[in-house]
DNA sequence: TTACCGCGA
């Protein structure tokens, strides 16, 4: 312990802290500074005027280095040295050091601004750029100017952009502290492969005849690639002549892939046995395999990002940055000198591969976090104008400022209603938020609060598709169908059951449903529940769904409530096939995802409107869970739309004209703002038409079927 | 007729 490097820097990081109110640490893997700083700080008395909090991107990053850091001042856990995260904490009056995720630190922030419990602020993996240390970046910029005396904070950031933090904090000094990393050397490819698949596939085994024993990493971009080149290497490994190297085992490691399949990757092998993992970039941060020597790297990755205009993600392959190559190398050199393989040319590397990876905050809607700022109500602060580190696109919070508006939680003016400061204090994305306010109004809050939660944990509640699921294709088990009306209702139906029946574990596993997912969502809806009690006006568990489904089959409240939650998110079907156009944003033709459960009507068509969850473009443009609503509810939200004026929700800069570059953006604006909104009113007309035309076309229908 | 990079409240 004496011997981690942090420690001979002691005195110099103390000094600097004292001198000043915020320090960039620039501390490399293996330096320590993750369990270090805060017990430097405890020793120099910092715990005494108040707490010293170190927040981390992740929920077992927190947990496990408060355990370190108890273990190393030998205190019980949760007393001196805690931590906190969503459903958990351990912590007590006593605590003096406090780990905790940077979602918790920012829902603390709501309650108090000032974080007055705090003497001490440390964001640890700052590099790392998540949502949420980025907006408390922000935060503490303004903080340690109200807070000069008694708060200190430290940015910790790895090697490339300690220097951009510093400008951001107003030069703040910056320390670096080495860290313990083995040399790794890097080797490239002469050009970049054709196949990667190939391309890994025969570096894998090339290392596996030719290189002393030794770990093998390799990095892929998604399940599907994952499990080609298991499959590949297995049988490759297996054709070798016998006798002539180790043994081999190959293991896939990715998110999807259920925990105790994650978890054998850090049973060591046999010996004389060599490991391949197959690993999205999960191996890259999130978990750390011991024993690796070698890692190959195909130098992409893929990424989720969004587009403001269309409302729509999108998942991409795309190339890797710097820091993240680098990354991926250092993962070879955690236990011995080791080497990567990077399956592009060094050109590639230093032209092409950007410096640093985008931020979250650069590829995400921002609805939920301008609510949360707007909540805040930091009167000095205007949000379009807020510090960030690196600023969104005035594109995406003007889309983030549309749907708010549409959902009621900001006004004409742009400024947060109280029914936005409710939904700012819900952990959900707004228009879940806003769909429970009004399922509240129409009695239905408590099915609201099922359809939230599920969502808040879909992707983990799936079996995660895989090849042996072709067996699996025999009739589907005994799931509840949705009633034909989309996947909302069907999850609610699904929760439903399993609360009928006494929350069975039995009955997850025989529907292939995820036990771990589901136990979350309980956990979510609880959480929810508590919160939104003190406005709740019904009963808010869950209902005996038996006699209340058959009196109300078509949840008719329940669909009204995710229309008005979702008002951005609508899609009108064509006339003449199953594809949907969407409403609120820039209109884009798309799909109802295959797996959702919206049933088509006897001519095989789906209903007129619906409102989808998630717009995803993956090999084509989807709707991801949708639910079927009616006309009538649509027709007032497209007047709401007719009325929008951007301009004004940003702080009516109609009249506020600062500056040449303000004026020309501000002129644009309103030229584009009259072109969406004739576009817009000749939409509406158009859509009142086409109803009215597919509502004849089917009365005639009924004839075609009386001919069959 | 097609799907799922990774985190978090």
Redesign the pocket.
């Known amino acids: 312990m004496v011997s981690l490097p942090i420690l001979q820097f002691e005195e110099k990081i103390v000094q600097t802290v004292q001198d000043n109110p915020v320090v960039v640490i620039i501390g490399e893997t293996g330096s320590g500074k993750s369990t270090q700083l805060s017990q430097i700080f405890h020793r120099h008395g910092y715990s005494k005027s108040g707490v010293i909090a170190v927040t981390q991107?992740?929920?077992?990053a927190a947990v496990s280095v408060a355990r370190r850091v108890a273990q190393e001042l030998n205190v019980i856990l949760g007393e001196e040295v805690g931590y906190a995260?969503?459903f958990e904490d351990r912590t007590s009056p006593k605590t003096k050091i406090k780990y905790l995720?940077d979602?918790?630190l920012l829902?603390e922030s709501l309650s108090n601004p000032e974080l007055s419990d705090y003497s001490m602020i440390i964001l640890d993996e700052a590099h790392e750029r998540?949502l949420?240390t980025d907006i408390l970046m922000g935060l503490m910029k303004r903080l340690v100017k109200l807070r000069p005396s008694n708060l200190r904070v430290l940015i910790t950031s790895a090697t490339l952009d300690g220097n951009k933090v510093s400008d951001f904090f107003m030069n703040c000094p910056v320390l670096t502290v080495p860290g313990k990393l083995y040399p790794v050397e890097i080797l490239y490819s002469n050009e970049r492969p054709t196949s990667y698949i190939e391309s890994s596939l025969r570096t894998a085994i090339d290392i596996h005849v030719r290189e002393p024993e030794g770990d093998v990493l390799i990095f892929m971009?998604?399940?599907?690639d994952i499990e080609k080149l298991v499959d590949k290497l297995r049988d490759k490994v297996q054709s070798l002549e016998e006798g002539s190297c180790m043994d081999a085992i190959v293991l896939p490691l990715?998110?999807?892939l259920p925990p105790e399949m994650q978890v054998r990757v850090f049973t060591p092998p046999p010996q004389n046995c060599r490991r391949f993992i197959v690993a999205?970039?999960?191996a890259e941060t999130?978990?750390t395999v011991d024993g690796v020597v070698y890692v190959i790297d195909s130098g992409y990755?893929?990424?989720?990002q969004y587009n403001p205009t269309s409302g729509m993600y999108s998942?991409d392959v795309v190339q890797i940055s710097k820091v993240q190559a680098d990354q991926r190398a250092g993962r070879a050199g955690r236990t011995r000198p080791g080497k990567c393989y990077r399956l592009y040319p060094s050109k590639v590397y230093q032209d092409e591969l950007l410096d640093v990876t985008i931020p979250?905050i650069q590829r995400s809607s921002l609805a939920?976090s301008v609510l949360y700022l707007k909540s805040l109500d930091l009167s000095d602060i205007d949000i379009l104008k807020f510090d960030f580190l690196d600023p969104p696109s005035s594109d995406t919070l003007e889309d983030a400022l549309k749907q708010l508006h549409l959902i009621d939680a900001i006004d004409t003016s742009g400024s947060i209603t109280n029914v936005g400061k409710i939904m700012a204090e819900l952990?959900?994305?707004p228009a879940l938020s806003r769909t429970l306010l009004e399922a509240n109004e129409y009695g239905c809050l408590s099915q609201a609060l099922t359809i939230a939660a599920m969502l808040?944990a879909e992707?983990s509640l799936?079996p995660?598709?895989s090849k042996h699921s072709e067996k699996k294709r025999k009739p589907p088990p005994d799931l509840p169908d949705g009633s034909g009306l989309g996947d909302h209702i069907q999850l609610l139906q699904i929760y439903e059951y399993w609360h009928q029946i006494d929350y069975h574990i039995g009955w997850l596993k025989d529907n292939d449903l995820q036990v771990r997912g589901m136990l979350f969502v309980r956990d979510v809806r609880k959480q929810l529940s508590q919160i939104i009690q003190k406005i709740a006006k019904g009963n808010l568990d869950v209902q005996e769904a038996e006699s209340e489904r058959e009196r109300r089959r078509d949840y008719k409240n329940l669909r009204k409530a995710l229309c008005a939650g979702y008002a951005s998110q609508l899609a009108e079907r064509m006339t003449l096939h199953n594809g949907y156009r969407t409403i609120g944003f820039k209109s884009q033709l798309v799909q109802v995802h295959?797996?959702s459960m919206l049933r088509t009507d006897d001519d095989g068509m789906f209903p007129d409107f619906v409102v989808y969850h998630e717009l995803?473009s993956?090999?084509?443009p989807?709707m991801?869970n949708v639910c079927a609503i009616e006309v009538s509810w649509v027709i007032p939200i497209m007047k709401k739309l007719e009325n929008l004026n951007v301009n004004r929700l940003s702080g009516g800069s109609d009249q506020v004209i600062d500056g040449e570059q303000r004026k020309s953006s501000s002129l644009l604006q309103q030229k584009n703002l009259a072109i969406e909104q004739d576009d817009r009113e000749s939409k509406i007309q158009a859509a009142r038409e086409r109803f009215l035309a597919r509502k004849a076309e089917r009365e005639q229908s009924l004839g075609r079927k009386a001919k069959k």
Request: charged residues 25%; hydrophobic residues 20%.
């Open positions: 991107p992740r929920r077992v995260i969503r995720t979602g918790v829902r998540s949420n971009t998604g399940q599907d990715h998110g999807s999205t970039n999960i999130s978990l990755v893929k990424q989720r998942l979250e939920g952990p959900l994305e808040s992707t799936l995660g598709r295959p797996s995803i993956t090999s084509r989807y991801r």
